[in-house]
């Protein structure tokens, strides 16, 4: 069975506090993404990645950054936390070649942030 | 160019009943067109997705229409049950930077009363 992790369900940090967000997947996916999700806005892209150590901005990258070191981990890091980055965080993985129909995106089960 | 714009934000249904979410895109070289279903305290999942040059696909009680000319799209859900509580999102998907990105929609939450 397929299978996304994050590190955490839920997370309560400080204003300018550091924070890293972990993904692990264990499909052997080339692509990695982060997403925020928030109500009336859906999903939006902040960063992926289609390999190790590669990166590529994604519709609201300003204020986070990623690491991707191993191909089955993909970390966001919020460089000083903001309140406007209090949201839910979704990591996902997909293969990277194929016809479009293999390019499912596989999510793990959020992490909700809370910046106080 | 790249939105995809998904209504209503919210539906409520009798069991039985047939909700049906609609979605509008504008970028012609959008060529896949999934659905995601999200329960509470999960991740989405893919649900049903299509192609342009279909204009139908069922799979049990969920349906995909497509009208490639009006550039929408729409999910059907017959006999709805409690169990389809949920929310859905509509996506787009193209290559864009050496990868097939997703575009979503700003998601329905459905609910179906007993």
């Known amino acids: 069975d397929v299978k996304v992790t994050q590190s955490s369900r839920y997370l309560v940090k400080r204003t300018g506090e550091k924070v890293f967000l972990e993904c692990v997947q264990d499909m052997d996916h080339e692509n990695m993404f982060w997403y925020r999700q928030d109500p009336g806005l859906g999903l939006r892209l902040i960063y992926f990645?289609?390999?190790?150590?590669?990166?590529e901005k994604g519709d609201i990258p300003e204020g986070y950054s990623v690491s991707r070191e191993k191909k089955e981990r993909f970390s966001l890091i919020l460089e000083s936390a903001s309140t406007n980055q209090t949201s839910m965080y979704l990591c996902a993985s997909s293969l990277l070649m194929g016809d479009p129909s293999s390019y499912e995106q596989y999510f793990g089960p959020g992490t909700r942030l809370t910046v106080t | 160019q790249q939105q995809v714009k998904q209504s209503p934000q919210s539906l409520i249904v009798q069991k039985g009943g047939i909700p049906i979410i609609n979605c509008a895109y504008e970028?012609?070289?959008?060529?896949?067109f999934p659905w995601y279903q999200q329960f509470p305290g999960k991740g989405p999942a893919l649900l049903i997705a299509i192609r342009p040059d279909v204009s139908e696909k069922k799979e049990g009680r969920f349906t995909i229409s497509f009208n490639k000319s009006a550039k929408q799209f729409s999910l059907h859900i017959m006999d709805s049950q409690p169990g389809d509580s949920a929310t859905y999102f509509c996506?787009?998907?193209?290559?864009?930077?050496?990868?097939?990105?997703?575009?979503f929609g700003s998601g329905t939450r459905l609910l179906v009363r007993p």
């Open positions: 990645s289609y390999d190790v150590k590669m990166k």
């Open positions: 970028n012609t070289a959008f060529d896949y």
């Open positions: 996506a787009a998907s193209m290559l864009m930077d050496s990868s097939y990105k997703l575009i």
